[in-house]
């Protein structure tokens, strides 16, 4: 058994990664707590003063002291609650954490309650608690951050660095909450005075008078999922990622998946690599997600991933062509704006004729790339259907309704094999997994990648020359989410993009040394993401859950160019109808 200090210490490894970790749990659970007012006071980036004051509910002295036992919640009882989840928290961690790590001054007063009630704690240890007199409410004061972890303190960045990641937690949840006012001061200055409002109203208050003329609404309602929000006019997008804001039930998330739905809504109407700005808030019953999955819970699964990005991307679409943003955009002409109604119960679908083209090979030095991809018969056998059975709830694209009605099973623990344009495909997964990967990487390569930092940093020893060659693309390095920390003859890597496993890290961190050496300069978009996902993707001889076998599939053929690994190996061998019955006769 781990004496409770030591748990707790290593549980705020987790939760507690710097200052602005502490503003997010602590802003968080002032909403959880129903407060109209929130205000923030932090001094010296957070190093010397996290204080968050709120008006909410307030907790009687029992929960006081409770609040800070670690697995200690109000918020959920049973396993089942987690899917019906409505609260920012539900970890119960983030008070013993914080707690474990900090000298924490708690005072809180309940509206039903005379008096209040002042807990002190340090390092985990209760100091001191005694009935104060206190407004209703919350108030929570977070001091000398890492005062008893030296090696987190020192891995802390520059003010600068800090108050920026404090800024970027204060905003996720101020405007998921406008109708919450929100005060943020730094150093005893003013950084935001936030008015309750709407959403709109809390986007102009935030990013200033000018965005409120190139925001475009978006409101759609489905069965599965309910989108309201804006997307900035194509015009206001810029070079690097800024405001892009998914809210899912209020709560922040990063998803590159659905990002995609929305460039892919963008498609031609911006300039290679810009990325338009949008605010989104996602509607999705509770137990349809699940966000579980990341200890700091930006990132959340959904069990309609396919459908919600088929909706996301055609509200968007609807609202540039609506607000006369893409004029060129029309339901009957433009063949990209085609969907697919949902299947008429009382009509069976027409099969398709398919034209195999019995000349296509794979291995052809100049790849068709597209071959695999139009499915225009297939949409053609649909635009018969009587304009009744028209659903726009359940809008699917062609490709998407193509791939979510997938069959896929593994073979061999190294291929996958499924059916494709009515040919028979058989797809080496370590190959298929290899482009996934590498498209994603090169993507978040050049925004912000997501990262998961490591509890125990891998070291990696270095000569003298290696260490100088890495140190001139750290920066490339932390764009894909990555984290170094130099030492005098090796490295810690600390943080590690969430798609590699850390037992890869050393293996990805020599195959960059070797294309350093090699190279002495690497384009690094494109090295970094080929080496990183070269070395993380699914290997020969892994068995995969059906599930995971099929998304693979899904993800693969929804690429534009799914034929070639990044290293420019062929991915998959299609096998016709033809060839089987030549063998068969
Ligand atoms: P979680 O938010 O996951 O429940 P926390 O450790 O953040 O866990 O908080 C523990 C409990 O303390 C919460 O469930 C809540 O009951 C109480 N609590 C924390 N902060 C506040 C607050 N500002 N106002 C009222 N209650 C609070
Ligand atoms: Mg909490």
Redesign the pocket.
């Known amino acids: 058994m781990l004496p409770d200090h030591v748990a707790n210490q290593i549980a705020a490894g987790e939760v507690v990664q710097r200052p602005a970790s502490v503003v997010k ?2 802003t ?3 909403v ?4 109209t007012e929130i205000n923030l006071i932090v001094k010296d980036a957070g190093r010397a003063l996290i204080q ?1 004051i ?1 008006n ?4 009687t002295v029992t ?2 002291r ?3 036992e670690r697995h ?5 009882r049973t396993t089942e609650d987690i899917f019906q989840i409505h ?12 707690a474990a790590v900090a000298q924490v001054e ?1 005072i ?1 007063k309940k509206n039903s309650d005379e008096l209040g009630n002042k807990l002190i704690i340090e390092g985990g240890t209760v100091r001191d608690q005694l009935p104060v007199a206190a407004p209703d ?2 108030s ?1 004061s977070v001091k000398n951050l890492f005062y008893n972890v030296p090696a987190r303190r020192n891995f802390l960045k520059s003010n600068q660095v800090e108050l920026r990641h404090i800024q970027d937690e204060f905003l996720r949840v101020a405007l998921a909450h406008e109708q919450i006012s929100f005060k943020f001061f730094h150093n005893d200055a003013e950084v935001y005075i936030l008015k309750a409002g709407n959403f709109k109203q809390r986007i102009v208050q935030v990013f200033g008078r000018k965005i409120e003329s190139q925001l475009v609404p978006i409101s759609e309602e489905t069965e599965i999922v309910k989108i309201n929000g804006f997307v900035g006019k194509p015009e206001s997008a810029k070079k690097q990622r800024g405001e892009q804001y998914f809210f899912v039930n209020q709560r922040f998330i990063k998803s590159n998946y659905l990002h995609k739905a929305i460039t892919d809504a963008f498609e031609n109407l911006l300039p290679n690599q810009y990325v338009p700005s949008y605010f989104l808030f996602l509607e999705i019953d509770p137990s349809k997600i699940d966000i579980n999955i990341h200890p700091t819970k930006t990132e959340i699964k959904f069990e309609d991933e396919y459908a919600i990005y088929a909706v996301l991307r055609s509200a968007v679409k609807h609202s540039l062509g609506q607000f006369n943003i893409a004029p060129s955009l029309d339901f009957d002409q433009n063949p990209d704006w085609a969907f697919i109604p949902s299947r008429p119960q009382n009509q069976s679908v027409k099969v398709p004729e398919i034209k195999v083209d019995r000349n296509y090979n794979p291995f052809d030095s100049k790849p068709t790339q597209k071959e695999i991809r139009p499915m225009t018969d297939l949409y053609q056998s649909f635009s018969e259907f009587e304009i009744e059975n028209y659903h726009p709830q359940t809008l699917l694209s062609k490709e998407e309704f193509e791939f979510a009605e997938l069959n896929v099973f593994q073979w061999q623990n190294k291929y996958l094999v499924t059916q494709h344009k009515g040919e028979l495909l058989v797809i080496d997964q370590n190959r298929a997994h290899q482009l996934v990967l590498f498209e994603n990487f090169k993507r978040s390569g050049s925004g912000n990648a997501l990262s998961q930092r490591l509890l125990f940093p891998t070291e990696i020893p270095l000569s003298e020359t290696e260490m100088n060659a890495l140190k001139n693309f750290e920066l490339d390095l932390v764009k894909f989410g990555f984290d170094l920390e130099f030492g005098t003859k090796e490295i810690s890597v600390t943080a590690i993009p969430t798609d590699v496993q850390n037992e890869q890290i050393p293996a990805i961190f020599s195959d960059f040394l070797n294309e350093l050496e090699i190279h002495d300069k690497i384009s690094f978009e494109t090295e970094i993401s080929k080496i990183i996902a070269k070395n993380s993707a699914i290997k020969k001889g892994e068995s995969l859950l059906p599930e995971q076998a099929k998304h693979l599939a899904q993800q693969l053929l929804q690429l534009d160019e799914p034929n070639f690994s990044p290293y420019g190996k062929p991915i998959f061998v299609q096998i016709s109808e033809t060839e089987i019955t030549k063998k068969l006769s």
Request: no cysteine; net charge negative; hydrophobic share 50%.
């Open positions: 749990e602590l968080e659970n002032a959880d707590a129903g407060a968050v709120d909410g509910a307030g907790m929960d006081l409770l609040a800070f200690a919640t109000s918020k959920i609260t920012k928290g539900f970890r119960g961690e983030a008070l013993a954490s914080i708690a809180s409410g919350t929570l």
